[in-house]
């Protein structure tokens, strides 16, 4: 089974911190993603990777930067954590390039920021 | 990058199969349908996709219109613990899933 792991399922932090959130997957995948989910904004994407050292930016990349130093790890950094960062933040991981594009998710990180 | 319209919400009763309709008028010829489903507190899990032809696996069936412009996700006999929100999903152009809100599924005793 693949397995998509994320370093922390709750996480609080101050106004101001520098946060890094890690994502892990053991399947070999090229692609990772981050996103985040709140009410009633459904899953928004912040930054992907097709490959090691690459990013590109989603849809709401600002105030977020990434880090793909290795295959398996996908790196969000929130440089200066602001309260409108409070979210849930999941982490996910495809295959190459194919016909299917299926998506394994982490189980999430709940961040809040105070 | 097409999009998907499903209901808010939706009951259905233990045992019996949910029918949950997704409509996505503006999807392209390559472009497939997916259906995931998010339990309170976890990550998304993918349940299934399709491009043309219905599908089927151990967790659900997905049947598309002969147009393609919409789909329809059966849980043939659902339980209380496939409560969840259900996301229909077309690929986005940048290799990424575009959510929704998806539809609320509510499983009842």
């Known amino acids: 089974d693949v397995k998509v792991t994320q370093s922390s399922r709750y996480l609080v932090k101050r106004t101001g911190e520098k946060v890094f959130l890690e994502c892990v997957q053991d399947?070999?995948?090229?692609?990772m993603f981050w996103y985040r989910q709140d009410p009633g904004l459904g899953l928004r994407l912040i930054y992907f990777?097709?490959?090691?050292?690459?990013?590109e930016k989603g849809d709401i990349p600002e105030g977020y930067s990434v880090s793909r130093e290795k295959k398996e790890r996908f790196s969000l950094i929130l440089e200066s954590a602001s309260t409108n960062q409070t979210s849930m933040y999941l982490c996910?991981?495809?295959?190459?390039?194919?016909?299917?594009?299926?998506?394994?998710f982490g189980p999430g990180t709940r961040l809040t920021v105070t | 990058d097409a999009k998907t319209t499903q209901p808010t919400s939706m009951d259905c009763a233990e045992g019996r199969a949910a029918n949950l309709p997704c409509n996505h008028s503006?999807?392209?010829?390559?472009?497939?349908v997916y259906w995931y489903r998010q339990i309170h507190s976890q990550g998304p899990q993918y349940i299934i996709h399709?491009?043309?032809n219905n599908e089927t696996n151990e967790m659900a069936s997905l049947i598309i219109t002969e147009d393609r412009k919409s789909s329809t996700l059966i849980l043939p006999h659902a339980t209380l613990r496939d409560t969840a929100v259900y996301y229909c999903?077309?690929?986005?152009?940048?290799?990424?899933?575009?959510f929704g809100k998806g539809t609320k599924l509510s499983v009842k005793p």
């Open positions: 996910a991981s495809r295959a190459g390039d194919s016909g299917s594009y299926e998506q394994y």
């Open positions: 399947m070999d995948h090229e692609n």
């Open positions: 990777s097709y490959d090691v050292k690459m990013k």
């Open positions: 503006t999807i392209s010829g390559n472009e497939y």
């Open positions: 399709g491009l043309k």
């Open positions: 999903i077309v690929r986005g152009s940048q290799g990424n899933l575009i």
